[in-house]
């Protein structure tokens, strides 16, 4: 029989009551759930143990595949990191050097990172950061910054990104600052680190941050002026030389991430 590869396949064969007793707040939500592999079907105490049967063996559980490639290839990038001779490479990443571990200053604060690829850091690591970090010790070429600064669609494999760029990047951010806007700037400036520049562009809030430390971006936002805002990240033209632009996209969209969960505990 053929593999089960939507919820919608295991919601048709739910009571459709959303009771909770599954703990989940409607079948829809039970039926992702099993389909990702963090629910069972015998957790549902109205399905009868023939359609359990039935559909045994045949969910394809998406999710847990994706989190196993994740996990083989961060196996990978550690291993290919830890290939790299730390003393040598520690200038041209703009990191330090001890005891066999390169500290990585990356948002304001340090990460160690170890001979065998593994990140520790005063804070969380999180995949977001982790991945792009990782990438920088391998790809960096040393190249210091410009001090000119370009739209992502500029970098040299930037345009075909910038849609999905836009999207998970920018607009979140614009949309936070349009609401929150101190509250957006302050913890980018105190607790990552950023600082307010003056730029030419016509904006009326720039700041610098430093995700790592040859690869810098310059957050611009002007404020609503007849209902409209605009908010731009940009980079130095230098930025791919140091890291991939799938890359800096990914420790973008983990910014944007965090602070729409920041200005949502803030109401």
């Known amino acids: ?34 389909l990702k592999g963090k629910k069972s079907l015998h957790q549902c105490p109205y399905l009868e143990n023939s359609i359990i049967e039935q559909f045994e ?6 999710s847990l595949r994706i ?23 520690a200038e041209r990443l703009g990191a330090s050097y001890s005891n ?34 990782l990438n920088y010790i391998k790809q ?21 990104r910038q849609p999905l760029f836009g999207q998970r990047c920018e607009k979140p951010l614009q949309k936070i600052a349009d609401t929150h806007m101190d509250l957006l ?14 730029t030419n562009f016509a904006s009326d809030i720039a700041l610098v941050l ?19 805002s605009r908010l731009n990240i940009f980079f130095d033209t230098y930025a791919e030389n140091n890291l991939d632009a799938e890359s800096i996209q990914m420790l973008c969209t983990g910014l944007a991430t965090m602070f729409e969960k920041i200005a949502f505990r803030h109401g």
Not at 75 to 80: D, I, N, R, V
Not at 210 to 228: A, D, G, Q, R
């Open 100 to 133: 066999g571990n390169l500290i990585i200053n990356a948002l304001g604060k340090d990460f160690i990172v170890d001979a065998k690829g593994n990140i520790t850091s005063e804070c969380h690591v999180i995949t977001w950061l982790t991945v792009p970090l």
């Open 140 to 160: 960096c070429q040393g190249k210091d910054p410009a001090g000119k600064w370009i739209p992502f669609r500029e970098l040299p494999n930037g345009r075909a």
């Open 1 to 34: 029989m053929s593999q089960v590869n939507s919820p919608l396949e295991i919601y048709k064969v739910l009571p459709k009551s959303n009771c909770r007793e599954c703990e989940m707040r409607t079948c829809m939500a039970f039926a992702d759930a099993v």
């Open 210 to 228: 430093h995700p790592l430390p040859k690869v810098p971006m310059l957050i611009s936002y002007s404020k609503p002026e007849e209902n409209l």
């Open 67 to 89: 989190e196993q490639q994740q996990e083989q290839m961060m196996e990978h990038l550690k291993a290919e990191v830890a290939a790299i001779d730390f003393a040598s490479s």
């Open 185 to 198: 700037f302050d913890k980018v400036v105190y607790i990552f680190g950023g600082k307010y520049v003056e």
């Open 57 to 62: 063996g045949r969910i394809s559980n998406r």
